[in-house]
Each structure stands twice: as structure tokens, then as C-alpha cells.
């Protein structure tokens, strides 16, 4: 995880907001939240929905914290998916990098329909959590993976990297980690013996 986390510049990296519950029909504000929530600045109606299923496949929720969609994790990938392509600097460095983030997430998700569209007759999406296991599985482990599924095993390993990333950049995934740092302390004393000899760091403390 924290490998992952390594991968993306911090700085860049925005806090995914927890997704907002909306209002139920009868509720007045309803309309007003609906027109308020997130729209997608990249993915089409049919990517964005494969990314939600594929997000809460890869964290779902358990009994420490909510699922990757609860965390606001699609919109942290549709974010930054916009944020690589507004970035790029020329079509010359596409071509030199090969093709964008975005094209290879829109290239996997049209790989798994279309594999489970010959096996299943349906989309992703819409196929049975046995079949879409199914599928997965033959990508989501690369040295287990056959030759020809490696457009799917880039695609999920790009995916996840992502995900991840997004879950554990947010308030949900920063609470289920735990993460003991930035915490008001009333006395400095210093790092503990304990944990400077496991660090091998007390022999640069002096009079140790």
C-alpha cells in the first residue's frame, strides 16, 4: 500500500471526499443535492459506472470502514484522470509515453466487456458477481496471468494502483489505516528507545 501511495506526488494528490448520501424523493432539497453532486469530467455514463463496481470489488466495505465508493474514490479517479490529460504538455510526449492513463482505463474496461460479452452475453457491469470473479481472477494476479489476458492485467494493475491510492488518501481510508501521526501531544520527549533501537538509530543518539 504504501508503495502505491509512493507512486503519486503528493502534492498532487487531492483528499477524495466521502461520497454524500442524497436526499430520499420526498425530501425538498433533493433536486437542488442532485444538481450539486459529482459529475464526471472524463468518463462516460457506462465508465463511470464500471469504475464504481470495480472500485467497491477491489476495497468493499467491511467492519472498519465503508467501501471504495464511499470514500469517494470514482471521483478521485475521474479527477486525476482528468488532471493527466489536462496535463500533458504535448501530443509529442504522448507519443514518446504511449498512449494516456485514460486511454488504457477506457481500453480495459472495453476489454472486459468484450471478454464477458463472448463468455457471459453482457457487459461487466451487468454480469452475475460469479462471472465477473471469473474474469478477474485471470487478471488480477500478473505471474499467474496467461499471455494473451496482459492488456487486462495492465489495465487492473493501473486500476488498482489508483484506487488504492484514492481510498487511502481520504478521511475513511486515513481512519482505517490507523494512522497515529499529527496528533497534538502536551510534552515532546523525543522518539522512544524502543523504537530507535528497532530502527538501529540509538547508536546516532548521544550517550547511547
Known amino acids: 500500500m504504501l508503495k502505491v501511495l509512493g507512486t503519486v506526488p503528493a502534492a498532487l494528490l487531492p483528499l477524495a471526499p466521502a461520497k454524500a448520501e442524497l436526499p430520499k424523493p420526498?425530501?425538498?432539497?433533493?433536486?437542488?443535492?442532485?444538481?450539486?453532486?459529482?459529475?464526471?469530467?472524463?468518463?462516460?455514463?457506462?465508465?463511470?459506472?464500471?469504475?464504481q463496481v470495480l472500485s467497491d470489488i477491489i476495497i468493499p466495505a467491511d467492519d472498519r470502514s465503508g467501501s471504495a465508493t464511499q470514500a469517494g474514490v470514482p471521483e478521485f479517479i475521474d479527477d486525476w484522470l482528468d488532471f493527466k490529460e489536462q496535463t500533458a504538455k504535448s501530443s509529442e510526449e504522448?507519443?514518446?509515453?504511449?498512449?494516456s492513463l485514460l486511454a488504457q482505463i477506457r481500453g480495459g474496461i472495453i476489454w472486459l466487456d468484450a471478454e464477458c460479452g463472448q463468455q457471459f452475453n453482457h457487459d461487466f457491469v451487468d454480469c452475475a458477481w460469479a462471472q465477473q470473479k471469473q474474469?478477474?481472477?485471470?487478471i488480477a494476479y500478473?505471474?499467474?496471468?496467461?499471455?494473451?489476458?496482459?492488456?487486462?492485467?495492465?489495465?487492473?494493475?493501473?486500476?488498482r494502483d489508483l484506487v488504492v491510492s484514492g481510498f487511502f488518501s481520504s478521511e475513511m481510508g486515513v481512519k482505517d489505516l490507523p494512522y497515529l501521526g499529527n496528533q497534538m501531544?502536551?510534552?515532546?520527549?523525543?522518539?522512544?528507545s524502543n523504537v530507535l533501537a528497532k530502527l538501529e538509530l540509538n547508536k546516532l543518539v548521544p550517550g547511547k
Open 26 to 51: 420526498s425530501d425538498p432539497l433533493g433536486e437542488a443535492a442532485a444538481s450539486t453532486a459529482y459529475q464526471p469530467k472524463v468518463l462516460d455514463p457506462h465508465e463511470w459506472k464500471t469504475i
Open 135 to 138: 474474469i478477474l481472477d485471470r
Open 185 to 192: 501531544v502536551s510534552e515532546w520527549n523525543g522518539c522512544p
Open 142 to 159: 500478473p505471474k499467474e496471468a496467461a499471455p494473451e489476458d496482459a492488456a487486462g492485467v495492465t489495465f487492473f494493475n493501473h486500476l
Open 94 to 99: 504522448r507519443e514518446v509515453r504511449g498512449s
